[in-house]
């Protein structure tokens, strides 16, 4: 293909991870019991042959640095090709964070020079997908655009999560020039149709427009450096600006809710993401994914409807759940609707509902976590928490007898002498 420079924007956290990202970037949420989030969107990368990649990184980088390493993963080392972190930096003398998603590609421009590519593809390292990039590339050429936006149809009344864009289609084109674009609508536009066009945060530029449109922006020192809410919405009558539309799977990781569904469609008879298809890459040097045994699957195991990876040792009953490298379900233990990162231990009689654990997680005998009343909110996170999951920080140790209702959440590193009553009610958060 030809010379394709993309550029990740991989380095942010938000808060609606809560705990999942208090000490890693979204992009580094482990994600589908072997994965990081940014695997997918790499390995589309890597099975379009766009093998020069700018990796934008910022919040807590050595999680998401460590995995991505030299890039051998995706078959992105040798003289032509390339992965490079790139961290805020601005001048000789002056170095600030990145202010938001253009931003971090605007402080990045003298990269994108020194490259010289033909287009420059800006995307989102925190999205579930598989997607072939050159016919998105095709159609920008034979449009002759200056920017081509990727969307994807969802129900109108979701309008409001998104960036939407109103595109003039016709039946013999996958999109259409964008005639309209709304960042994150208070309440569904009067567009014809059931459906609205989402931003996929998905976006080809020609370089030069691209320099053009971001010193232009930095130019009138704005008070936000957003894609979707300033770049787009300037650019519209002035440039030749397309929209393009995805027309299969994608996943949005950017809520607990989300997250946990999106987990959720990697099981089941007809899986709506299947990374054995899709060839998902991962690095496995990483957890030391390579180095651990086959599962261990004991005599009284029940497994039903879930994924369990290496290095796992399942003595209990694991029911529509997903088990990350290295975790274990002691004996008497009921797992189920959960997702239980890297070396989380289950103790014997332990039942798990509805629970997402993060890393090194050990959870006493005898617990219950996760049953309650899913109606009551999290105290502190109403709108985070409401639809019944708990949350269980990285490196926590409940000890043995312990209950935990729904919509709670267990700040990292919690030592068992920390939890000084037996029953924390639902939409508590325990520190």
Known sequence: MQKILAMILAGGRVDELSVLTQYRPKSAVPFGGLYRVIDFPMSSLMHSGIENVGMLSQYRSYSLNNHIGNG??????????????????????????????????????????????????????????????????????????????????????????????????????????????????????????????????????????????????????????????????????????????????????RTIDEYWQTSMDLLGDNPLIDPERWRVRTNIEHNQIRDRIPAIIGDSAEICNALVYSGCQIHGKVENSILFSGVEVQAGAVVKDSILMFDTRVEAGSHLHKVISDVDVIVGPECRIGFGDAAIPNEDYPQLLQSGITLIGRGSAIPSERQIGSNCIVQPNMAATQFRKKEYGSGVTID
């Open 72 to 253: 051998a993963a995706w078959e992105m080392v040798g003289r032509n090709r390339s992965v490079s972190i790139l961290p805020p930096y601005t001048a000789h003398t002056v170095s600030q964070w990145y202010r938001g998603p253009s931003d971090a590609v605007y402080q990045n421009l003298d990269f994108i020079r020194m490259n010289d590519p033909r287009l420059v593809l800006v995307l989102s390292g925190d999205h579930i997908y598989s997607m072939d990039f050159s016919p998105f590339i095709e159609f920008h050429q034979e449009n002759k655009a200056d920017l081509t936006v990727g969307f994807l149809d969802v129900p109108k009344d979701q309008a409001p999560r998104f960036g939407i864009g109103r595109l003039e289609e016709s039946a013999a084109s996958p999109g259409g020039p964008l005639v309209e674009y709304l960042e994150k609508p208070s309440a569904p536009p009067a567009w014809p149709g059931d459906n609205v066009a989402a931003s996929l945060t998905i976006y080809l530029f020609s370089p030069n427009i691209l320099h053009e449109v971001l010193e232009s922006h930095a130019r009138l020192a704005p008070k936000s450096h957003e894609f979707g809410k300033d770049i787009i919405p300037s650019m519209l009558g002035k440039y030749r600006v397309y929209g393009y539309k995805f027309q299969s799977y994608w996943g949005y990781t």
